[in-house]
């Protein structure tokens, strides 16, 4: 890979990973609920998540998909149902004031499972392995997955950085339920382009 293409590839990661979609708008949302610390695990979690599906996309997870045409459906369902309850766990997330002790935001583990049915991890993936590593060879899928793990990180931070930005505004209940519902509404909007429900896919 020459430097030029791995610029590109650095580049793509870039604006894979920071544009709005479900792991950033939740990583929002938690921002805003719990604050930047507690989210860390939640953003490194998205970070090993991606970066090892893209590892397992290049090795010969593309390869399955094309030959069953069907898993793409499975996929499509999976991701729809649990994008759609994690929606409604933050549209009704309790006030800050009111939450019970116990709650807490996504762990790591639970977020680098959450990139299995996430459509857009699985569209940029796919995406990164087609255009800088046709050849699926072991050292360029290496280093699409070394990209996602290099910029995903900064990248993914100014969200949940964002969402503390907003979190003592957010101390009103009435103003951190109507952010829950939006963000909620959000995440499930996200799926209408890299699910193709739309013209725009």
């Not at 950033?24 to 989210?39: D, I, K, Q, V």
């Not at 996430?118 to 087609?130: E, I, Y």
């Amino acid at each position: 890979m020459t430097m030029t293409v791995l610029t590109a590839l650095l580049g793509f990661a870039l604006a894979a990973t920071i544009t709005p979609g479900p792991n950033n708008l939740m990583l929002m949302a938690s921002g805003a609920n719990f604050g930047f610390r507690r989210t860390l695990p939640h953003m490194i979690g998205i970070v090993g998540g991606v970066s090892v599906m893209s590892l397992l996309v290049g090795a010969g997870l593309m390869a399955l998909f094309q030959a069953v045409p069907v898993l793409n459906t499975v996929l499509k369902v999976l991701s729809v149902g649990y994008l759609l309850w994690l929606a409604a766990k933050v549209a009704t997330a309790a006030p800050i004031q009111d939450r019970a002790a116990d709650a807490r935001p996504m762990t790591a583990l639970q977020a680098a499972a959450f990139q299995w049915v996430n459509p857009k991890a699985w569209a940029m993936c796919l995406s990164a392995v087609t255009l800088y590593a046709p050849d699926r060879s072991i050292l360029s899928v290496a280093l699409v997955a070394g990209a996602f793990a290099l910029v995903s990180f900064p990248a993914i931070s100014v969200w949940a950085w964002l969402g503390t930005v907003v979190r003592r505004w957010l101390s009103n209940p009435m103003r951190l339920r109507v952010f829950n519902v939006t963000m909620a509404a959000l995440l499930v909007a996200s799926l209408w382009p890299v699910l193709g429900l739309g013209s725009g896919a």
